[in-house]
């Protein structure tokens, strides 16, 4: 599991782009379970403070949230 995420986060931060967190969110959840990690893929709207919602994906291992994509660099 650590190396699918520290893989992932890797690639994300070499190649940062606004609206990814679908695709790793996705990709994250497929590598997951090929490796038999249950894992829940999340898609909702989230807010930042003071700033309208917007769609955002993430993934949930025993109730916890992975997200890739909402990192300060």
Known sequence: ???TF???ND????NPSPGVCHLLSSIMYVMLNEQGIESELCIGEVQRP???????SWIKIDGKAFDLSIQQS
Not at 50 to 56: A, G, I, L, Q, R
């Open 1 to 3: 599991m650590h190396k």
């Open 6 to 8: 520290f893989l992932l």
């Open 11 to 14: 690639d994300f931060k070499k």
């Open 50 to 56: 003071d700033e309208p919602y917007f769609d955002h």
